[in-house]
């Protein structure tokens, strides 16, 4: 945290999928256009919110920015923490902010999902939810709301209202207030222009009117929500063929057969990247999942090679992790 010329900036970390950390640097405007349009969504009371994200990352550190600006609180604890019993009354009508592999653990415990019910709401962003998730939470009837946005905006600039989530709604939502959010024709990618843009990234400044175009691909559905379908940096490319993991892992996820997956590419002398398909729980029977997806996952979608392992490491905000 900076003063300058009475302008507080926040330098805040942000990984990517890439796990390499960039510096992204916000001031007192952006961060205030942030909270307002969250609150032209949700209403103008106090916020009060549970926190399980670090401070270090602008999904953690915003929690503290919406209840100074409101009068709120901030409850903080380990997302594991949420399983206990003893935080019902933490949790009661605050807001908490989870990402997907978060809330996939989280709602194996029936104590867990009892306690969830009580919360105001959950917004679920870093990443896509799961096909199988989405029906998973729904069922238990869970105040979901998916969000989407980054570090470069300050937190989410669009949200999926949770009674339209549990009604049926697909994507992450139409576009806060403070946020336009539009596609590229020509690749697919999602631009957003905000009044929350960063001041600079990684060294790079950008100006109040900027557009900032994502490495996400998305598109709209007829009601106006964007639905994110996939990063470019995660692309495979096997065989002169472009593999979207995204694609394999819902596939993988739909079977019920698969806690947590990560499909990425892998070097080959051959095809230039090999499809590679990491499978929780280790005790996960291989040889009939392929049998189950073989009609499904064809061609240059099938993975040449397939690992189990009892977790898949990540990072506190759900990241992949490099070992």
């Not at 949200?159 to 992450?172: P, R």
């Not at 392929?290 to 990072?315: F, N, Y």
Request: aromatic share 6%; with cysteine; proline share 3%.
């Amino acid at each position: 945290i900076k003063t300058k010329d009475k302008e507080l900036t926040l330098s805040f970390l942000s990984g990517g999928t890439s796990g390499v950390s960039q510096s992204v640097v916000h001031c007192s405007r952006t961060i205030r256009a942030a909270v307002g349009g969250l609150l032209d969504r949700v209403g103008q009371g106090p916020v009060n919110s549970v926190c399980c994200l670090p401070l270090w990352h602008v999904g953690g550190w915003m929690q503290l920015e919406r209840a100074w600006a409101t009068g709120g609180k901030v409850f903080f604890c380990s997302f594991r923490d949420l399983i206990s019993s003893n935080l019902k009354e933490k949790i009661s009508e605050k807001w908490i902010s989870l990402v997907p592999t978060q809330l996939q653990e989280l709602i194996k415990f029936a104590e867990c999902v009892e306690n969830l019910k009580r919360a105001k709401g959950i917004f679920v962003g870093g990443a896509g939810m799961s096909e199988t998730l989405i029906q998973e939470t729904r069922s238990l009837g869970l105040r979901v709301s998916p969000c989407y946005g980054s570090s470069e905006t300050a937190g989410m600039v669009t949200l999926l209202d949770s009674e339209d989530f549990l009604s049926g709604g697909v994507g992450v939502g139409h576009s806060l207030s403070h946020a336009q959010v539009r596609i590229n024709p020509d690749n697919g990618l999602i631009k957003i222009k905000s009044e929350s843009l960063c001041l600079s990234r990684k060294g790079k400044r950008f100006s109040r009117n900027s557009w900032l175009e994502t490495p996400d691909l998305g598109e709209f559905d007829v009601s106006g929500n964007l639905i994110i379908l996939g990063r470019t940096d995660r692309m495979i490319n096997t065989g002169g063929e472009k593999v979207n993991p995204l694609t394999i892992e819902n596939i993988l996820y739909a079977t019920g057969q698969v806690e947590d997956c990560l499909v990425y590419g892998e070097p080959d002398e051959k095809w230039g990247e090999r499809v590679v398909a990491c499978i929780c729980p280790s005790s996960t029977n291989i040889k009939a999942l392929q049998e189950m997806v073989k009609d499904k996952l064809t061609g240059c979608h099938k993975p040449k090679l397939w690992k189990s392992m009892d977790a898949i490491p990540r990072s506190n905000l759900g990241k992949y992790r490099q070992q």
